[in-house]
T-cell receptor, first 111, second 111 residues
C-alpha cells in the first residue's frame, strides 16, 4: 500500500520546456488535488478532480493543465514552463470531506 | 480573496510551554476544519480535525477549539516538545469542495 505517489521528486526545466507531473494513489480516493507550495504562501490549489472524468480550476490554474486518467491517476502538465512556476508541487487525494493524504512532493525549478 | 487566515506566521515556544495557532474563515458553508503538520522535505499530514457540531476536540497533547459564531478555530499544543517543531497549516472545506489552506505557521520549540 503505497498511498499517494508522485514522480518525479526533483526536476529542473528550462523556460519554455514542457513536462508532466505524475500522481497515482492506491487508497480508492474519489477526489484528487494538485497544490503548489511557496514560501509564505501556504498551499494553493491549482486544480482538483472530484471524481473520475471531472476536473475544476482552483485558485492558481493559469499555465497548468490536468488529466484525470482514471480513478488512480491525476497528472499535472506545464505546457511552457516559466520561472514563476518554480515551486514544490503536492498531489493529494481523499474521499468526500475526509482526511486528505498527500504525496511527498515534486520540487520543480525553472531556470 | 483569502478564505482562511492563519496567525501567527512564526512562533517560538519553550519546551513544555503551550503553542497556540489561530485561524479565521469567511465561508459559512465550510463544515470540515483540519490541521496539518509538515516536516521539512515531507508532505503535510493530518494532525487533528473538527466539524462544527462540537466546540472542542482533544487528541493527546493537541486540542482544536472551534467558535462557530466568530468563524474562528485554533490549535493548542500542550507541553510542547522539540519534536513538535514543524510547519502547521489550518484548512477548511465543505462537502464536495477542495481543502483551502491557511498560509502556515512555523513552530520552533526550544529546549
Amino acid at each position: 500500500n503505497a498511498g499517494v505517489t508522485q514522480t518525479p521528486k526533483f526536476q529542473v526545466l528550462k523556460t519554455g520546456q514542457s513536462m508532466t507531473l505524475q500522481c497515482a494513489q492506491d487508497m480508492n480516493h474519489n477526489s484528487m488535488y494538485w497544490y503548489r507550495q511557496d514560501p509564505g504562501m501556504g498551499l494553493r490549489l491549482i486544480y482538483y478532480s472530484a471524481s473520475e472524468g471531472t476536473t475544476d480550476k482552483g485558485e492558481v490554474p493559469n499555465g497548468y493543465n490536468v488529466s484525470r486518467l482514471n480513478k488512480r491517476e491525476f497528472s499535472l502538465r506545464l505546457e511552457s514552463a516559466a520561472p514563476s512556476q518554480t515551486s514544490v508541487y503536492f498531489c493529494a487525494g481523499n474521499r468526500a470531506d475526509t482526511e486528505a493524504f498527500f504525496g511527498q512532493g515534486t520540487r520543480l525549478t525553472v531556470v | 480573496q483569502q478564505q482562511v487566515k492563519q496567525s501567527p506566521q512564526s512562533l517560538i515556544v519553550q519546551k513544555g510551554g503551550i503553542s497556540i495557532i489561530n485561524c479565521a474563515y469567511e465561508n459559512t458553508a465550510f463544515d470540515y476544519f483540519p490541521w496539518y503538520q509538515q516536516f521539512p522535505g515531507k508532505g503535510p499530514a493530518l494532525l487533528i480535525a473538527i466539524r462544527p457540531d462540537v466546540s472542542e476536540k482533544k487528541e493527546g497533547r493537541f486540542t482544536i477549539s472551534f467558535n462557530k459564531s466568530a468563524k474562528q478555530f485554533s490549535l493548542h499544543i500542550m507541553d510542547s516538545q522539540p519534536g513538535d517543531s514543524a510547519t502547521y497549516f489550518c484548512a477548511a472545506s465543505s462537502l464536495g469542495t477542495a481543502l483551502i489552506f491557511g498560509k502556515g505557521t512555523t513552530l520552533s520549540v526550544s529546549s
